[in-house]
Nanobody, 125 residues
Framework: VQLQASGGGLVQPGGSLRLSCEGS????????VGWVRQAPGKEREGVSC????????????YYANSVKDRFTISRDSAKNLVYLQMDSLKPEDAAVYFC???????????????WGQGTQVTVSS
């Protein structure tokens, strides 16, 4: 089982990036998938999460207040991907972004069973 996060890079303030999380050995639709970021010297912060495609939970999404209305999480089931579209990026969004998966979104504790390696997002002019 492996998660692979990609799509990070350097962007100017106000710019956009789209991160991708690809699953290997697991079907991402069967899991809640979250994005967690960590900046140097700061604690991990849960940024967003999308529930599994289970009929009881389908479509539930969560956003941290710091990114609400700027970030959008979505799935591409055919490609076994979860995206994090990040718009209107701010310098304080700079961090290493990790994708993670578990049965349910882990809000607050950020405890997921499966983690990908991080992808660096730098926001600077």
């Amino acid at each position: 089982v492996q998660l692979q996060a990609s799509g990070g890079g350097l962007v100017q303030p106000g710019g956009s990036l789209r991160l991708s999380c690809e699953g290997s050995g697991l079907i991402l639709d069967d899991y809640a998938v979250g994005w967690v970021r960590q900046a140097p010297g700061k604690e991990r912060e849960g940024v967003s999460c999308i529930s599994s495609e289970d009929p009881n939970d389908e479509g539930v999404v969560y956003y941290a207040n710091s990114v609400k209305d700027r970030f959008t999480i979505s799935r591409d089931s055919a490609k076994n991907l979860v995206y994090l579209q990040m718009d209107s990026l701010k310098p304080e969004d700079a961090a290493v972004y990790f994708c993670a998966a578990d049965s349910f979104c882990s809000i607050g504790t950020n405890e997921y069973d499966y983690w990908g390696q991080g992808t660096q997002v730098t926001v600077s002019s």
